[in-house]
Every structure is written in C-alpha cells, then in structure tokens.
C-alpha cells in the first residue's frame, strides 16, 4: 500500500506562485505514474497534470505553459509548481499514484487527502 501525503497549498493572490509535493511512502514494487488533480466546490475533480516514471507528462489545457510537474524518483515525490496562479485555480489538489505492489501485479491506484490552494483576486 502506497500513502501519499500532500504538501504545499495556502491563500495566494493572482499572479502568484505555489510549488506543491507530494511524497509517496509505503510497501511497493515501483511507481508508473503520478500525477495532481483538482476538485473546485460544486465541480469534478479534474486532472491538472501527470509525469511518468520515465518522465512523460501530459497536462490539461487550462494549466499548460503556467504549471509544471516533476518528480524525484529517488525520493518518490512529485512536484507541481505553479506560476500566474488565477481564482480559477482555486480547489483542492489530491495526488494520485498508479503503483505494482509486486512484480508483474496488477496496478493499484492511491490517492492523498488533498491540499487546499486558494487564489485570491
């Protein structure tokens, strides 16, 4: 089992910057993908981006060219900075992993508790 514990959200104003982590600790034979998602209130949760063990990303429209995920495979964290941050950034950001807790076993997903960004304007 994969915990992921998020860090990083806080009341920003628009314009700003944040940088998020989230590190995943626990029992597992390897992390394929990371990634961060987002659920504004009374919304979906959405995917904001997600990095691959080898380092492929993929964003979704709205953040492109504004945020930029990372990772540390060493540590097994995940980073999510976040530039001309605007209000409709504001939600709560989960981490989500996709994991084998084994060779050759079938993925398993973990989600953390979420961190709260809020934007002003």
């Known amino acids: 089992q994969v915990q992921l514990v998020e860090s990083g959200g806080e009341l920003v104003q628009a314009g700003g910057s944040l940088r998020l982590s989230c590190a995943a600790s626990?029992?597992?034979?390897?992390?394929?993908?990371m990634g961060w998602y987002r659920q504004a209130p009374g919304k979906q949760r959405e995917l904001v981006a997600y990095?691959?063990?080898?380092?492929?990303?993929r964003y979704a429209d709205s953040v492109k060219g504004r945020f930029t995920i990372s990772r540390d495979n060493a540590k097994n964290t995940v980073y999510l900075q976040m530039n001309s941050l605007k209000p409709e950034d504001t939600a709560v950001y989960y981490c989500?992993?996709?994991?084998?807790?084994?060779?050759?076993?079938?993925?398993?997903?973990?989600w953390g508790q979420g961190t709260q960004v809020t934007v002003s304007s």
């Open positions: 989500k992993a996709e994991y084998l807790r084994a060779y050759r076993s079938s993925v398993t997903y973990s």
């Open positions: 990095i691959t063990s080898g380092g492929s990303t």
């Open positions: 626990g029992s597992f034979f390897s992390i394929n993908v």
